[in-house]
């Protein structure tokens, strides 16, 4: 597999279980992958080939130093991935303004950071491809993690706007929304929201299908794609059967 070679991707989140199978696959493509998370350099999964950049996306400074950063040492910036969240689940009655602040700094304004920081990068190099994660919840509310859900409707309508403002540079923007993938976080879904997961197509979905998409997304085959969301969550959640 060798549709991203020569391609320097830069994804945020690395050190999550999305994140971490993003940048793999993205290695496994061929790709230069520059990985970051806050503390991905110390403690971070160890993704061999990857270049491990900490960035807080809570900092817009740090998101166009590390944009920077990745210039200078790559000497371009092709794609950025954002999957940046925090696992903050609770009744709307019990979470605190602390809270709403924390999952929507870290999801929408990280994405919205982010994108800033690479987009004039990669408008001086002639495009770029930008692939912002939501989540289902973006259109079905989660009643245990609104604020994430919120997030990711502002998310979906980012990237639409993005889409549309960049498109006359050549910048990409689109969304992958995932369904229940795997991982620890789903674990911990399954604590908020109870230990079922029923989708049309059987149970949960595993992290290479989020990043077959991602990497798409990313690839010159999407060439004509902008602004479109993927759900990729097994063609949608069901209630338990009774
Ligand atoms: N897993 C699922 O079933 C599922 C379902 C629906 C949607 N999604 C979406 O898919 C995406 C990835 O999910 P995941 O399961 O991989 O989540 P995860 O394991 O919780 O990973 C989240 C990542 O965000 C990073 N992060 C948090 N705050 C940050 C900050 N201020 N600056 C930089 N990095 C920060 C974390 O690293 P550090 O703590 O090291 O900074 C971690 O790498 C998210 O958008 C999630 O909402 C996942």
């Known amino acids: 597999m060798t549709k991203l070679v020569g391609k320097v991707m830069w994804v945020v989140g690395a050190s999550g279980a999305i994140g971490e199978g993003i940048a793999r696959q993205l290695l ?4 230069t992958v520059v990985a970051s998370s ?37 000497g371009r910036l092709d794609g950025l991935v954002v999957t940046t969240t925090l ?3 609770g009744d709307f009655l019990d979470l605190t ?6 999952v929507l ?15 004039p990068h990669m408008a001086q190099s002639g495009g770029g491809s930008v692939v912002l ?29 993005l889409a549309k403002r960049f498109g006359p540079d050549k910048i990409r923007v689109n969304v992958v929304a995932p369904g229940p993938i795997e991982s620890p976080r789903l674990e911990a879904i399954k604590k908020a ?6 989708t049309a197509l059987g ?12 990497a798409f997304l990313l690839s010159e085959k999407a060439k004509y794609i902008s602004g479109a969301n993927i759900s990729v969550d097994g063609g949608g959640r069901l209630a338990d059967p009774a």
């Open 105 to 119: 700094g870290t999801k929408l304004m990280g994405s919205v950071r982010l994108t800033r920081a690479v987009v």
């Open 28 to 31: 496994d493509q061929g790709a």
């Open 133 to 161: 994660l939501s989540g289902g919840g973006g259109k079905n509310p989660s009643l245990r993690h609104l604020p994430g859900s919120v997030a990711n409707a502002g998310v979906n309508l980012l990237a639409q706007g």
């Open 193 to 198: 929201k109870g230990p079922s997961v029923f």
């Open 38 to 74: 806050r503390s991905i350099e110390t403690k971070g999964p160890a993704i061999e080939g990857a270049d491990l950049l900490n960035v807080d996306v809570s900092s817009m400074e740090a998101a166009i130093a590390a944009a920077d950063e990745i210039v200078r040492r790559h």
């Open 203 to 214: 149970g949960a979905g595993q992290v290479e299908d989020v990043s077959e998409a991602v």
């Open 87 to 89: 696992p903050i689940f």
């Open 97 to 102: 303004d602390e809270d709403w602040g924390a």
